[in-house]
């Protein structure tokens, strides 16, 4: 219960710094299954909250593991669903790595294809960092890869559906700025099982692609 009241209240702390999200293409978004939103990343850890406010769903989210770090950032985080990602710069930080970073991030991984199995929505930001460009940064793979082997690891039964997600502010640092989601037409993976089976990274790199266009 408490985790909910904290959900609800930073939630409401978002929208009334943002007191219009703007949501074209809703008609998009699915209505039950799981799912696996692609979005930009412009504004930091803002970003998966301006989303779920304009989706009106709860999703889980990736946050690099110093949010971590201490009780009150771990309940913050948890009360979102949030999982830590292991960064290589924060090696050596309080809550980054220390030597283990593969396979602590392969237990995030682990776990976010637990939480599509079970008919969740995840957000991940595949530029892999936030920033102010206007134009998109190269995207990591780490997208692709939760996404196929979630349904590789389920024979493809899930029907995963990957939900691309334009998100713009008019001022990010302004109060009471508005801020706009675009949703995208969601496509399903399922025709990439064959090469996935027979070449994982050229399925992977095929998936990045299709989820950058």
Same mark, same amino acid.
């Given at each position: ?33 799981? @799912? &696996? %939103? ?10 998966? !909250?301006? +989303?779920?406010? =304009?989706?009106? #769903? ?64 995840? @957000? &991940? %930001? ?10 998109? !940064?190269? +995207?990591?793979? =780490?997208?692709? #890869? ?68």
């Amino acid at each position: 219960m408490l985790a909910q009241l904290v959900r609800w209240i930073i939630l409401h702390l978002v929208m009334l710094f943002y007191p219009r999200i703007e949501v074209r293409g809703r008609e998009f978004l699915p209505h039950d299954g799981p @799912a &696996l %939103f692609v979005a930009n990343h412009p504004n930091g850890l803002l970003d998966p !909250l301006v +989303l779920m406010a =304009g989706v009106r #769903r709860p999703i889980a989210f990736l946050a690099k593991s110093t949010f971590f770090a201490n009780p009150a950032g771990r309940f913050a985080m948890g009360a979102f669903d949030a999982l830590p990602v292991y960064r290589q710069r924060d090696e050596g930080l309080e809550g980054g790595a220390t030597g283990d970073r593969a396979s602590r991030n392969e237990g995030t991984f682990a776990r976010c294809r637990a939480l599509l199995r079970q008919n969740h929505a995840l @957000a &991940l %930001f595949p530029e892999g960092t936030t920033h102010s460009s206007t134009t998109m !940064l190269p +995207l990591r793979t =780490g997208a692709a #890869r939760i996404a196929l082997s979630a349904e590789a690891e389920t024979d493809w039964a899930i029907d995963l559906k990957l939900v691309p997600v334009g998100l713009w502010y008019q001022d990010k640092a302004l109060f009471r700025s508005a801020a706009l989601l675009v949703i995208g037409q969601p496509f399903a993976i399922d025709d990439l099982a064959g090469r996935y089976a027979a070449d994982p990274h050229a399925a992977v790199d095929a998936l990045t692609e299709r989820i950058d266009a």
